[in-house]
Each structure stands twice: as C-alpha cells, then as structure tokens.
C-alpha cells in the first residue's frame, strides 16, 4: 500500500513540474504580438452573441464590437486570428457551437486564398500555433490541428505545448512569470485597436498568377461552414473587408459572388463600397491599406450595423444583465483608446 | 532522495531526454514560436542557409550566402539573387516607389520595392531584410537568359530546358532551392516572370 501511495505522489509530483515548465514556458502573447492571445478569450465572454466574426487580421483590425453594441445594440465577437485560414475558421465555428448559436456569422473571404496549409508560407507554423493553441480542447480541436499542420509539425506537441517550446528555457522574461497563470485582457471582444494614421500610398498591384481559381480544399471547408450554418439556422454573410493589400483580384472576386449566388447567401465586398461607407485611405489606416485604425472601423461598422439592424437585428441594450457586462467593456475599450492617443500624440 | 525513489529518478531522467532529445531530432531544423528560438539549416548545392527566427516577441539572426547555382537576374550591371541582403542592391537598381507591410506573426517588414520594369520583394530577418521575390513587370527587360514577357512557351523550353514543374499556364524551374516561374496566358505566351525564394 505504501508503495502505491508513493508510487502515485512521485508521479503527481513530477506531472505537477511538468505542468508548471509547460505554463512558463508557453508564449503569453501580453505584450508585442498580442494577437496570438485573441481566440482564446473568445471563453471568458459567457454572453449569448448576435453576431460572431471569422476569419483573419481583416475582421480583428476592421470591426469593432463595442460600436456595435453602443450604437445598435448589438452583441459580437470576433473569432479572428492571425492568417486565419478557411479550414481553422470552420472548425471555430464547429467550437463557438459548443458554447452558443448566434444569430449571424460574418466569414471574411480573404481566407480562400490559401487551399493547404503549406500555401501560408514559411511562418505557417507560427500562425497555426497563434490560432490552435488558444483553442479549448474539443473535437473541433483536433480535427483543426490535423487539417492545418504543416511539414515539420507533430500533433503531440500541441497536446504538450512543452515539447514544442522546451528551447524558450534559456530566454524567458520577466513576462513569462508574471502571466503565468492569468494574462490580461488585450482584444475588444475580439477587435485589435489602433490609432495611428499612415496613408496608402504605393500599394503594389497583385502579382499575375497561374491559376485564379480558389483550391477545392477552401471549397470544400466552405461548403461545411455553408452547411453547418444551414443546419443550425445560421445566417452566413461572406464578406471582404475593405483592405487593399494582400490584393483582392476581379476574378477571386467573381468567383465568391457566384458561390454566394449558387449557395443563396449574402456577400458583401466592402471594396466596392467606399463611397458609401466614407473610408479615407489617407486618414483611415495605420499601415498604409492593410488594416484601418479605429476611426476607419467605426465607418465601417456603422455601415455593418445599419445593415444587420435593417436586415433583422434587434436591438439588446435593455437586457440588464447584458447592458453591464458591456459597461464594464466599454469603461476597458475607452482607456485603451485614451491610452493609444497618449501613445500616438493624439488629441 | 531515497523518498523520492527510483520512480522519481526515472520519470525525472526521461523528461530530461525527451525535451533534450527534442532539439536533435530531423535534418538540422528546429522551428519555435513565440519570444523562441528557430533554427533552419538547409544546404543545397552550393547554396547555404542558416536562419533564425523568433515569433512573438520577435529577434532574429540570419545568415545567407545567395546567388551561388541560382538563377539571377541582371540589371544596371548589378545581378540579384533571392535570399541576397537586399540593402545591398535596391538602391543600384534605379527609381523605385516603396510599401512595406507589417507581419502579424513577428515584428518585422514584408517591403515591396517597384521599379519601372520588375518589383522586388523582401523578408526581414533580425535587422536585415532579404530578398524573397523578383518580379518582371512588362518586356521592357530580360533574364540573363534572354526571356522575356510575351516569348512563346516552346521558347522558354529553348533557353531553359525541360521545367522541374510543368503546367499548362506554369513552368518551374528549381535551382540552388529557389524557383524561376514562368505563368503563360491562354495562348502560350509569357505574362509573367518570377524569381521566387524557397522561404515564400
């Protein structure tokens, strides 16, 4: 019996050692590229939402949650992530049902570029690791890890973040101790906030490709998220945000009308909709048409919002409960816009 | 110690050569993200590559030897390889308008540097930035072998020789780790030429 008893201790003990490196040792994502830390705090946001967001950096720089609610009351979030690709933002959706049925989901297009995992490039990896490892462990987040590992990467060391990250032991920071257990909240609902102008000037055309046709393997995930949000009585709305690089070419552009057609769905190319939407490409960016500061976000929300409001959405802000949760978010959305200013030397 | 026991010992010793283990294994790479370290070390041919990268809090250190058994491309008198420092060469190449596009994934720069006549593309690693893509933009201009934009297909196979990868709108031609593509119209002519880095 006793030598069950120590038996089971040692194992606890050393399990319990190796939990604690693990947690030292992974990325925080608290300062810097605090992007990596986005999908996981889809999580601690318990509300029922109206709306979620796909995608990649064109729904977290382009969307601001915080408007949505305090000019129509209504409840988002963005499931966006880093090159987020068309198969990791089916398997979010697969995820965000465990948790909740929302009324819409806003899938960005930009996505379809990518057919395989190794069409993302040499950083792949990394972009993986700052989408999968926020993931809550489900099926959806296997079936992730397996549709979007690249050469090189192993499943096992997703499942221990330790055998990936064990080389960080000679360079951790004062960072890695302080947000070891709990880091701070760094998204607005999922919104990456920035405001700091530079213009869109020079912006290179897109380079002439051999095939402009979307691979079937985008299809294909496509095709699942079409259908899931079918069977769940989802609204899908495809949209391109209104970012003028990576280029967005006529005929990827055909190409999403036609499925939108085909499949009955809305698509909105917010490219086409400057004019109405009043994007200024001088003022409304931070890095020159990438992704657009705070004051070009708000354009185009309002424009997503009167949208989502005409279209249906109703408005939430006399649910209590609700209406608080999203006080103490704003009280968080302003001091960081006050803090961005103070940052930038902006009045 | 003796409380510990054997068990302890052996768990304790198997943690230890599995993480050490972890950094030895494959074919001299070693990829790691967030404020870690990345090593690559790739030989082919004659061309030598050593990079390392850091993602998240970003710091890099790279070490490249370009151009040797790679095709390259010929203008001002000054001929440019992919991978080569591309401080060394964008501003012999003539006017050129600038765009640099921020990575969500490091600290660092994708540059875009348009001439009249081609585009070159960069990647940064550490302080340096590297050259990942040549891009011809219209006939203006010519490869050391004699391509141009608007040459037929068979053309191409003249000068360069049978493609490591062939498609009807596509020809690859791999060297020393990079790729010259070639993309052709619907009719057989060249609409665009590029010199790619293995690292895109």
């Not at chain 1, 409840?75 to 089916?90: H, M």
């Not at chain 1, 920071?173 to 947000?179: M, Q």
């Not at chain 2, 031609?173 to 895109?200: H, N, T, W």
Request: proline share 3%; net charge negative; aromatic share 12%.
């Amino acid at each position: 019996m006793k030598k069950a008893i120590k038996w089971v201790a040692t194992v606890l003990v050393v399990v319990l050692i190796l939990f604690l490196l693990q947690r030292l040792l992974m990325p925080k994502y608290a300062k810097g590229i605090v992007e990596g830390a986005f999908i996981a705090e889809y999580y601690k946001d318990e509300s029922e939402h109206d709306v979620i967001f796909l995608g990649d950096c064109e729904v977290y720089e382009n969307f601001t949650p915080v408007m949505l609610w305090e000019d129509y009351g209504i409840n988002s979030y963005i499931r966006g992530s880093s090159q987020q690709t068309v198969w990791q933002s089916y398997y979010l959706l697969e995820d965000t049902l465990r948790y909740e049925t929302p009324d819409v989901v806003i899938f960005n297009v930009l996505a379809m570029e990518f057919n395989v995992p190794k069409d993302g490039g040499v950083n792949m990896e990394a972009y993986n690791r700052m989408t999968l490892e926020g993931m809550k462990w489900s099926g959806a987040k296997v079936r992730d890890i397996k549709a979007s590992m690249v050469d090189g990467e192993s499943f096992i060391d997703y499942v221990f973040p330790i055998l990936r990250y064990h080389s960080r032991i000679t360079e951790l920071t004062a960072d890695d101790f302080a947000y070891m257990f709990k880091t701070e909240k760094v998204s607005h609902n999922g919104y990456y906030l920035r405001v700091d102008s530079k213009p869109a000037l020079n912006v290179p055309k897109g380079r002439i490709l051999a095939d402009y046709n979307f691979g079937k393997n985008a299809y294909a995930y496509l095709d699942k998220m079409t259908a899931l949000c079918k069977e769940k009585g989802i609204r899908l709305i495809l949209i391109k945000a209104p970012s003028l690089y990576p280029y967005w070419y006529p005929e990827w552009d055909k190409q999403m009308q036609e499925y939108a057609e085909k499949n009955n769905l809305e698509y909105i190319n917010f490219l086409d909709l400057t004019d109405e939407t009043k994007v200024d490409y001088n003022t409304d960016t931070y890095d020159a048409g990438l992704h657009l500061n705070l004051w070009g976000a708000q354009k185009i929300t309002k424009w997503l919002g009167d949208y989502l409001t005409a279209s249906g959405l109703s408005d939430r802000r006399n649910e209590e409960k609700l209406s608080k949760a999203w006080e103490e978010k704003i009280r968080f959305y302003e001091s960081a816009i006050e803090a961005e200013k103070e940052k930038y030397g902006i009045e | 110690m003796k409380k510990f026991g054997k068990i302890g010992i052996v768990l304790c010793a198997s943690l230890v050569l599995t993480l050490s283990g972890c950094g030895e294994k494959g074919e001299n790479t070693q990829v790691n993200v967030g404020n870690t370290t990345a090593s690559t070390k790739v030989e082919t041919g004659e061309t030598k590559t050593d990079v390392k990268v850091e993602v998240g809090e970003t710091k890099t250190d790279v070490k490249v030897e370009a151009g040797k058994d790679m095709y390259g491309f010929t203008h001002n008198s000054v001929t440019v390889y992919v991978d080569a420092d591309a401080s060394t060469v964008v501003d012999k190449l003539g006017e050129f308008s600038y765009f640099e596009a921020p990575s969500c994934a490091f600290n660092g720069l994708d540059k875009v540097y348009t001439y009249s006549s081609f585009e070159i593309d960069t990647y940064p690693d550490g302080d340096k930035d590297y050259i990942s893509a040549i891009i011809f933009k219209d006939d203006m201009i010519e490869t050391p072998e004699g391509a141009t934009i608007g040459m037929k297909k068979e053309k191409i196979e003249e000068k360069y020789g049978t493609p490591t990868t062939k498609e009807d709108t596509l020809y690859v031609y791999e060297k020393g780790g990079m790729r010259l593509r070639f993309i052709f119209d619907s009719e057989g002519y060249v609409s665009s030429i590029e010199y790619m880095s293995s690292k895109i």
